[in-house]
């Protein structure tokens, strides 16, 4: 048995620490990791790489050796591409995810300082409070117990109370308090560590996700239906058998969109990249597609729509109470080492007001059940009182003389509201007089620069903005009046014990609000719901302990610049930056991304259409397999190849939230595909009945033609008007183009096929050019 951790005074000393760190390790559990090498294999096993397997088996058999090496550069490319550019994305996503990675305050050398939470050792001494994910299994050393939330690693589904010499246990999420605590154990060693394997967090398939694989397995079946449909037919007509399934199975795989997994999660994970770079950080990248389709967005007041630079005002002040009294106490009943926004406001305003006589032996943090911070104070003389600061109602109700003085406090309140300033009430107690309410300090918190424009531009796009906040219904209509919201909000209070006739007339008002204030946790969870019953697709910014349940509820939830760690947790996007402005950056980023995937759905719906169509039509009426299993081949591989340049291209946002039109995308789809099918037919035509050219130069030509038409058609589908509407990125030109004159290459020279020269090349590429036209 090891000995007991003792805590010190001072903490451990850096040198100590790193001691320790070198013989317990870092306090993070170990990942599994799959090696480079077996990550490398996985790309050759599988449902699509069996049927490449096969068919160069197949070709080994029938010693078609330039089909076998065409085939196996295809499976070897595939899963290369395949490889790295998962690789690449899991990378970006591993170190955007390591910019959320919680940090912890410890003491080290007789200092407080913030290191992240993996370096932290047994034996250090932390500091948790509201709103943390406690780092570490930690001993609670002497003072106020806290309520923490373990019902993730123990099931209960209440917190529960903590007290001196108690454990908490790494990642439970304190809900009330503040103490120091001594860690006992990091990493693996942890009761959570222990008991990793019974904490699964399940992955959910995001709308974006399943209408990418409803495509995908749409392409399959009807790929395989016309496969089968050949198969019997050569079956029939006597042909041989092995070749028939070699050239079965080759184009079974050139239709089967084997890109489309890898396109999916390259396009997301570039696209999170660039919301990294405007200081969003993406936690769930399926929440990209959320954002793409949100169309209400709950937006927290402070911090977001306003500055969170508290200044204070002239206070309120009783009878017969000086200022410099109500300073002082509202000075004793804050502390600069909790960084809150009101203590700093509070310091910062009093700063002449001489504290030093005084010292603060026990203080009582502001948590949102108490709503109020508490200080018991000696001075040096030997006297001893308490101070308290908080909300006004409820500091108001300490004092025995409430009832005779509520109505001015509350008429200052007023007043102060209608002038945009939050209201903190101050009180004071000592032994003699009981509890004293002092006054009122007015805070003003003014709305950010950028934030009128913004709350402008959102709606342009189609994206409702609604105020959500804890502050008054007088301040929250002043400040949505000035950023030009409308001042349509509601009090939180009719909500409460809402009968059924009346839910759905405040279902109503909750979809026709400007916003909502003196809103609890739980009326944000509600005022959601209530969103998205409606069919709305709703995003929520929060910062709080309090926010969590209804950051998870959002179908995207937002934990704007300075959250709690548990705000982040449950958060899908993190900010990085104030303000709101990088949310609408964060909604337009998204929607390019929809636009992307968009595209690249319309044309691989299209390709398998038209290449389908036309092998099966084909066969079936003239009895001639039009192009040959090594053309299918590198039709594949550098169709494959090049359409992985989409998660890069530069594309126009929607001016309105995207949803998947599934009607829309297979019609354009079909059109395109069933006008490249004709147009295939008339160059077929033309060779064998107009100029009378043999097969085997047909088959080269129909490759030439399916092989830039293919190609083009991704110009077509990028935009929603004229192709020159937009232009696209150059890394895509370059891949498409490239391709093609790689295509082009093959069939003047004649590699792996007739050669039919510089001159036919050129008409097919007219011709192609011609149909793409047509086609825009």
Request: proline share 4%; aromatic share 8%.
């Given at each position: 048995?090891?000995?007991?951790?003792?805590?010190?005074?001072?903490?451990?000393?850096?040198?100590?620490?790193?001691?320790?760190?070198?013989?317990?390790?870092?306090?993070?559990?170990?990942?599994?990791?799959?090696?480079?090498?077996?990550?490398?294999?996985?790309?050759?096993?599988?449902?699509?790489?069996?049927?490449?397997?096969?068919?160069?088996?197949?070709?080994?058999?029938?010693?078609?050796?330039?089909?076998?090496?065409?085939?196996?550069?295809?499976?070897?490319?595939?899963?290369?591409?395949?490889?790295?550019?998962?690789?690449?994305?899991?990378?970006?996503?591993?170190?955007?995810?390591?910019?959320?990675?919680?940090?912890?305050?410890?003491?080290?050398?007789?200092?407080?300082?913030?290191?992240?939470?993996?370096?932290?050792?047994?034996?250090?001494?932390?500091?948790?409070?509201?709103?943390?994910?406690?780092?570490?299994?930690?001993?609670?050393?002497?003072?106020?117990?806290?309520?923490?939330?373990?019902?993730?690693?123990?099931?209960?589904?209440?917190?529960?109370?903590?007290?001196?010499?108690?454990?908490?246990?790494?990642?439970?999420?304190?809900?009330?308090?503040?103490?120091?605590?001594?860690?006992?154990?990091?990493?693996?060693?942890?009761?959570?560590?222990?008991?990793?394997?019974?904490?699964?967090?399940?992955?959910?398939?995001?709308?974006?996700?399943?209408?990418?694989?409803?495509?995908?397995?749409?392409?399959?079946?009807?790929?395989?239906?016309?496969?089968?449909?050949?198969?019997?037919?050569?079956?029939?007509?006597?042909?041989?058998?092995?070749?028939?399934?070699?050239?079965?199975?080759?184009?079974?795989?050139?239709?089967?969109?084997?890109?489309?997994?890898?396109?999916?999660?390259?396009?997301?994970?570039?696209?999170?990249?660039?919301?990294?770079?405007?200081?969003?950080?993406?936690?769930?990248?399926?929440?990209?597609?959320?954002?793409?389709?949100?169309?209400?967005?709950?937006?927290?007041?402070?911090?977001?729509?306003?500055?969170?630079?508290?200044?204070?005002?002239?206070?309120?002040?009783?009878?017969?109470?000086?200022?410099?009294?109500?300073?002082?106490?509202?000075?004793?009943?804050?502390?600069?080492?909790?960084?809150?926004?009101?203590?700093?406001?509070?310091?910062?305003?009093?700063?002449?007001?001489?504290?030093?006589?005084?010292?603060?032996?026990?203080?009582?943090?502001?948590?949102?059940?108490?709503?109020?911070?508490e200080a018991t104070v000696r001075a040096n003389d030997g006297g001893a009182f308490k101070v308290s600061k908080g909300a006004p109602q409820v500091v108001l109700n300490l004092v025995t003389n409430a009832d005779a003085i509520r109505s001015r406090v509350h008429q200052a309140i007023d007043d102060f509201a209608r002038r945009g300033y939050r209201a903190l009430g101050v009180a004071q107690y000592d032994d003699v007089n009981g509890w004293r309410f002092l006054g009122v300090l007015p805070l003003s918190d003014p709305p950010r620069d950028d934030s009128k424009s913004t709350i402008a531009a959102a709606r342009q796009m189609g994206c409702d903005v609604k105020m959500v906040t804890g502050d008054q219904l007088a301040i929250g209509r002043e400040?949505?009046?000035?950023?030009?919201?409308?001042?349509?909000?509601?009090?939180?209070?009719?909500?409460?014990?809402?009968?059924?006739?009346?839910?759905?007339?405040?279902?109503?008002?909750?979809?026709?609000?400007?916003?909502?204030?003196?809103?609890?946790?739980?009326?944000?969870?509600?005022?959601?719901?209530?969103?998205?019953?409606?069919?709305?697709?709703?995003?929520?910014?929060?910062?709080?302990?309090?926010?969590?349940?209804?950051?998870?509820?959002?179908?995207?939830?937002?934990?704007?610049?300075?959250?709690?760690?548990?705000?982040?947790?449950?958060?899908?996007?993190?900010?990085?930056?104030?303000?709101?402005?990088?949310?609408?950056?964060?909604?337009?980023?998204?929607?390019?991304?929809?636009?992307?995937?968009?595209?690249?759905?319309?044309?691989?719906?299209?390709?398998?259409?038209?290449?389908?169509?036309?092998?099966?039509?084909?066969?079936?009426?003239?009895?001639?397999?039009?192009?040959?299993?090594?053309?299918?081949?590198?039709?594949?591989?550098?169709?494959?190849?090049?359409?992985?340049?989409?998660?890069?291209?530069?594309?126009?946002?929607?001016?309105?939230?995207?949803?998947?039109?599934?009607?829309?995308?297979?019609?354009?789809?079909?059109?395109?595909?069933?006008?490249?099918?004709?147009?295939?037919?008339?160059?077929?035509?033309?060779?064998?009945?107009?100029?009378?050219?043999?097969?085997?130069?047909?088959?080269?030509?129909?490759?030439?033609?399916?092989?830039?038409?293919?190609?083009?058609?991704?110009?077509?589908?990028?935009?929603?008007?004229?192709?020159?509407?937009?232009?696209?990125?150059?890394?895509?030109?370059?891949?498409?183009?490239?391709?093609?004159?790689?295509?082009?290459?093959?069939?003047?020279?004649?590699?792996?096929?007739?050669?039919?020269?510089?001159?036919?090349?050129?008409?097919?590429?007219?011709?192609?050019?011609?149909?793409?036209?047509?086609?825009?």
């Open positions: 048995m090891n000995a007991p951790i003792e805590p010190t005074a001072t903490g451990l000393t850096k040198v100590e620490a790193q001691r320790r760190l070198a013989t317990h390790g870092p306090n993070a559990l170990p990942e599994e990791r799959t090696g480079v090498f077996a990550a490398l294999l996985s790309y050759f096993w599988g449902p699509i790489p069996w049927m490449i397997e096969i068919a160069a088996i197949l070709s080994l058999i029938v010693q078609h050796w330039a089909d076998f090496a065409i085939i196996f550069v295809l499976l070897v490319v595939n899963a290369a591409v395949g490889f790295w550019e998962e690789f690449q994305a899991g990378n970006a996503i591993a170190a955007l995810k390591s910019r959320l990675a919680l940090d912890a305050r410890v003491k080290r050398d007789g200092k407080w300082t913030t290191v992240p939470a993996r370096e932290l050792v047994p034996g250090d001494l932390i500091r948790i409070r509201l709103g943390d994910i406690v780092p570490a299994d930690a001993r609670l050393l002497a003072g106020d117990s806290v309520d923490v939330d373990q019902s993730a690693l123990t099931g209960e589904s209440l917190p529960v109370s903590r007290g001196t010499g108690d454990i908490v246990y790494s990642d439970s999420v304190v809900k009330q308090g503040e103490v120091d605590a001594l860690v006992t154990a990091t990493g693996s060693e942890t009761f959570f560590g222990k008991t990793a394997k019974l904490v699964e967090t399940a992955t959910t398939t995001s709308h974006f996700q399943k209408a990418v694989l409803r495509i995908g397995n749409f392409l399959i079946v009807v790929a395989v239906v016309m496969v089968v449909l050949i198969l019997l037919v050569a079956l029939f007509r006597g042909d041989p058998i092995t070749e028939t399934l070699q050239f079965a199975l080759v184009l079974t795989v050139a239709a089967i969109p084997v890109a489309m997994p890898t396109v999916l999660s390259v396009t997301m994970a570039v696209g999170a990249k660039t919301l990294a770079r405007g200081q969003a950080i993406v936690s769930r990248l399926a929440s990209i597609e959320e954002l793409a389709g949100m169309d209400v967005l709950c937006s927290d007041k402070t911090g977001t729509l306003t500055r969170n630079k508290l200044t204070l005002g002239e206070p309120f002040l009783l009878d017969g109470i000086k200022k410099e009294e109500i300073l002082l106490a509202a000075c004793l009943a804050s502390r600069v080492e909790d960084e809150d926004p009101i203590d700093a406001a509070v310091l910062a305003g009093c700063h002449s007001v001489p504290s030093d006589a005084y010292d603060v032996v026990h203080f009582q943090p502001f948590d949102p059940v108490h709503k109020r911070t400040i949505a009046t000035q950023l030009g919201m409308g001042a349509n909000l509601i009090d939180a209070e009719v909500f409460q014990d809402t009968s059924y006739d009346e839910s759905a007339r405040v279902d109503d008002m909750i979809q026709h609000a400007d916003g909502f204030a003196q809103v609890f946790p739980e009326h944000k969870f509600h005022i959601i719901d209530v969103l998205q019953k409606h069919g709305h697709i709703v995003g929520m910014t929060g910062d709080g302990v309090n926010d969590a349940p209804a950051l998870k509820k959002a179908d995207c939830g937002i934990a704007v610049s300075g959250a709690t760690d548990a705000a982040r947790a449950a958060a899908d996007i993190v900010l990085l930056a104030p303000g709101l402005s990088v949310v609408i950056d964060a909604i337009e980023e998204a929607r390019k991304i929809f636009q992307r995937m968009n595209s690249y759905a319309i044309y691989r719906i299209a390709e398998t259409i038209r290449v389908l169509l036309f092998m099966t039509l084909s066969i079936l009426v003239f009895n001639f397999y039009p192009v040959t299993a090594v053309m299918i081949v590198l039709l594949a591989l550098l169709n494959d190849g090049a359409i992985l340049s989409i998660a890069y291209d530069r594309v126009r946002a929607s001016g309105k939230p995207e949803h998947w039109e599934m009607r829309s995308v297979l019609g354009v789809a079909s059109v395109l595909g069933i006008s490249g099918l004709v147009a295939s037919f008339g160059l077929f035509y033309l060779a064998e009945r107009v100029y009378q050219v043999d097969r085997d130069t047909i088959q080269t030509l129909m490759y030439l033609k399916l092989s830039v038409a293919g190609h083009l058609t991704v110009f077509a589908t990028r935009t929603r008007g004229p192709f020159w509407s937009i232009r696209p990125a150059m890394i895509v030109f370059i891949a498409v183009v490239g391709t093609q004159l790689i295509a082009t290459f093959f069939a003047v020279f004649g590699i792996f096929m007739v050669p039919i020269g510089w001159k036919v090349a050129g008409l097919i590429w007219l011709y192609a050019i011609v149909c793409f036209l047509v086609n825009d």
